[in-house]
């Protein structure tokens, strides 16, 4: 059975028809890379997997259950922006994810049930290397160290899924390959299902294990909101050569013409 | 002037990009209070030239005179010394008022902004009570709730509990979704997005609305006053003003608005030190 099951859902917003006919099986520890044209629908793919959004038509099941239809901690996010509380040091950040856990009420942890949540979240700090900065609040931290802090509070759960959102797109390109370094150790240490959305078609190249590519098939010119996109590529990395590469490059310049047009 | 009038080549630099340096801030802006006390001076002196007895211009003497009876000197007919025993009074019902109506706005606030189920029943309520004037239902208070001290309390809380209701509705709505979101992946139940997440967040928005009510609730305190009390800055500018005594209500007008800044400064002190990553992103925006 796979892990994941995207039984042909559709997804419209009145007459705007985001997606269609999207069919996939992912398996248990999977690293999708995914790209496609701005507006082509990936974030809303994204918020169906995370429970934000459902399909209109169709069903995603996930370990053979339909998917639940409000965010829960088996699935992880990073956005691009606003994934950290600017009111709490990156240490309680993390905390929190624990105090959650285990104060029901409150909320809040004391004594060495606190210390020993301390301990955890700073283990997961060095882990993503921010350990020098365990209280300073995310206003006092860089771009890339947001999002450090940002994957690191999604991990303290251990989901199964974890969801990003072009979580690199505002940084630097130096800085980028520091994340991209991060991103594959967490994927190499834990092996969790990884869904991440990329403007970048070489980054999604060196991340996944598989990478989708989603544009519209079918076009009309009268009412280009009348068809969806989907799945056009489907594709494990590592098999695949330069020519595939600049074939989808070309693919999705058109589609990005079209959308202009 | 800390930085030089004069660009390199000789001309001045244009008005809007001159910053007054440190000194001159502070002397800048004591200016214009040196000159209103000066044109005050002048005019009184005038004034009282022409007529010793005039009342609406008092020298400093009188007020002087006036201010050592109030606030050094037992009152003949209570035994207070009735600037402090005023103020006291006042003070607490500004105090009270604000801190009844800071809760109620925080709570229905926060439920409004964050459950939208609240919201559907109670925005457009509130929408309409704040509407209604609280000076119209004035009456209303004194007949219900009696010529003490709640009926003043209660139009203070009147006064300004909608306005910091709707305004931390919509400062609860304007928090992003993705911090919502991320806090129900991390298992967060509602309750605890709104202590941890919500709550924490607010309250330092909280402070700018109550800073923001405190001139209305002065208002409300004084008017409140003036129409039925025994003791209070208010009901003791309206007393005196029966006897044209301006020797009282003017220390007693700088009185209430020293008052008035000291209360706004505290409370943005206290955000300063509670809330200092709020004060930052401010910072960042502006
Ligand atoms: N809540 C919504 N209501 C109506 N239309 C929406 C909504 N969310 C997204 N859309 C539309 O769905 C399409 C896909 O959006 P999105 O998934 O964000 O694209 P992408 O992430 O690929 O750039 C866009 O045309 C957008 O206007
Ligand atoms: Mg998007």
């Known amino acids: ?261 | 002037m800390d930085e030089p009038l004069l660009l390199r080549n000789g001309t001045m630099k244009r008005v809007m990009n001159i910053h007054p340096g440190t000194v001159g801030k502070v002397l800048l802006g004591m200016l214009p209070f040196i000159l209103t006390i000066i044109v005050y001076l002048w005019a009184s002196g005038v004034r009282l030239e022409a007529n010793p007895n005039d009342k609406l211009m008092p020298s400093l003497t009188t007020i002087g005179a006036a201010i050592e009876r109030l606030a050094f000197e037992p009152s003949k007919r209570t035994g207070d010394y009735e600037l402090w025993s005023d103020t006291t009074a006042s003070l607490q019902r500004l105090t009270l008022g604000v801190l009844i109506a800071a809760l109620i706005g925080l709570l229905i606030g926060i439920l409004n902004g964050a459950i939208p189920l609240v919201r559907a029943n109670l925005s457009p309520y509130i929408t309409i009570l704040s509407l209604i004037p609280p000076m119209a239902i004035l009456p209303i208070l004194f007949i219900v709730f009696g010529l003490g001290e709640l009926s003043k309390v209660m139009l203070i809380v009147i006064g300004i509990t909608p306005f910091i209701m709707r305004d931390l509705q919509a400062r609860t709505l304007e928090l992003p979704a993705e911090q919502l979101i991320k806090a129900q992946t991390l298992g967060a139940s509602t309750w605890q997005v709104m202590v941890r997440v919500i709550i924490p967040q607010i309250l330092p928005r909280l402070i700018q609305a109550v800073r923001l009510s405190l001139g209305p609730a002065w208002l409300f305190l004084i008017a409140a006053e003036a129409i039925a009390a025994e003791q209070g800055l208010g009901y003791r500018i309206f007393l005196v003003r029966r006897y044209l005594s301006m020797d009282v209500i003017l220390p007693y007008v700088v009185w209430i608005t020293v008052l008035a800044f000291l209360a706004d400064w505290l409370l943005r002190q206290i955000s300063y030190r509670a809330f200092p990553w709020f004060h930052s992103q401010l910072q960042d925006k502006s």
């Open chain 1, 1 to 261: 059975m796979s892990f994941i099951e995207v039984n042909d859902i559709w997804k419209t917003y009145g007459d705007n028809v985001v997606l269609e006919r999207v069919k996939t099986n992912v398996h248990a520890g999977e690293f999708i890379t995914i790209v496609g044209a701005s507006g082509c629908g990936k974030t809303t793919f994204l918020k169906m997997l995370l429970g934000t959004e459902y399909p209109t038509r169709g069903k995603i099941l996930l370990n053979g259950k339909p998917i639940p239809q409000e965010p829960s901690e088996d699935r992880g996010i990073v956005f691009q922006k606003y994934s950290v509380f600017p009111h709490l040091t990156a240490l309680q950040n993390l905390v929190l994810t624990i105090e959650l856990e285990q104060s029901r009420w409150l909320a809040h942890l004391f004594g060495s049930a606190y210390r020993l949540a301390d301990e955890q979240a700073r283990e997961m700090l060095a882990m993503v290397g921010l350990q020098h900065a365990a209280n300073q609040y995310p206003h006092e931290l860089s771009g890339g160290m947001q999002q450090r802090l940002a994957i690191a509070q999604a991990l303290m759960k251990q989901p199964k899924v974890l969801l990003l959102d072009e979580p690199f797109g505002a940084l630097d390109p130096g800085i980028r390959a520091d994340m991209h370094e991060l991103i594959l150790k967490i994927w190499n240490q834990t092996k969790i299902n990884v869904f991440m959305i990329t403007h970048d078609l070489k980054e999604g190249f060196y991340l996944g294990t598989r990478l989708w590519v989603i544009d519209k098939i079918r076009h009309d010119a009268q009412a280009p909101n009348a068809y969806g996109a989907t799945i056009t590529y489907d594709i494990p990395v590592g098999q695949c050569d330069n020519s595939t590469l600049n074939e989808i490059d070309q693919s999705l310049e058109h589609s990005r013409k079209e959308h202009a047009a």
